[in-house]
């Protein structure tokens, strides 16, 4: 049986990320709802996800950048 490490660090590296996310989003936003309201939960949100774009904007072209890398080498 063969193993491949990579995969698996890959593999939980991004179910770290996703299950962190999901805490923030839930929990997170769940209690700016509970304690202040509907319209602070949204706020709240919005928040979240502006915070995240610059992440997202970073990961994007991270991603970009490995596959002309790899399309680069292939020929």
């Known amino acids: 049986m063969v193993r491949d490490l990579r995969r698996y660090a890959r593999?939980?590296?991004f179910?770290?990320?996703a299950g962190g996310?999901?805490?923030?989003?839930?929990?997170?936003d769940g209690l700016i709802y509970f304690i202040y309201g509907p319209g602070a939960a949204i706020f709240g949100l919005?928040?979240?996800?502006?915070?995240?774009?610059?992440?997202?904007?970073?990961?994007?072209s991270l991603g970009?950048?490995?596959?002309?890398?790899?399309?680069?080498?292939r020929e």
């Open 46 to 60: 919005l928040c979240l996800l502006a915070g995240l774009l610059p992440i997202a904007i970073i990961v994007l």
């Open 11 to 13: 593999q939980t590296q």
């Open 21 to 28: 996310l999901l805490i923030l989003f839930l929990v997170g």
């Open 15 to 17: 179910r770290l990320i």
């Open 64 to 73: 970009v950048f490995e596959w002309v890398v790899k399309r680069a080498n």
